[in-house]
């Protein structure tokens, strides 16, 4: 059973937010489609939401080997115009969001605080709440990850 997942990427400072549709993949771990998706107007939940729905949509099962798979041809990266994996992995705060069982009643978004590896912070998404809610709590578990370093210490 593959369940369906989304890539969200969304910027420090300024630009556009990467919305990285999946392929679920038998032999490995799941990859991200060749098509990011960049959204201007990110901070609009509702805007947020209908991307996240759009990228989950677009999830589908194709096979590939990922031994010959580039850290440069990462579709986000790619999608971002960073010019180096290193300034888009600063640049970026990646959110995982993933269906938790086959019937998709609820998806599991997740993070990390930047620089932790102990702790994950996670957000339950009901499929069938509006876009404002959807997104606002996409957009709240970024601001506590991104704040988490303020009270870490």
Known sequence: MILREVHIYLPHEHGAAIVAPMYGNMESLNYEQEDAIAISDWS???????AFRVGIERF???DRKLEDFKRNDWPAFRASGCRSVQQFENAYHPIFAKALNEA????EARTRP???????????????????EIGRKILRLFQVASMWNLYAG
């Not at 939940?45 to 209908?50: F, H, I």
């Not at 998709?104 to 998806?107: A, D, Q, S, T, V």
């Open 44 to 50: 609009d939940p509702r805007v947020l939401a209908a």
């Open 114 to 132: 930047e620089g932790e590896h102990e702790i994950e912070l996670r957000v339950l998404l009901n499929r069938y709440a509006s876009d404002e």
């Open 104 to 107: 998709e009643l609820y998806y």
């Open 60 to 62: 589908t099962r194709k």
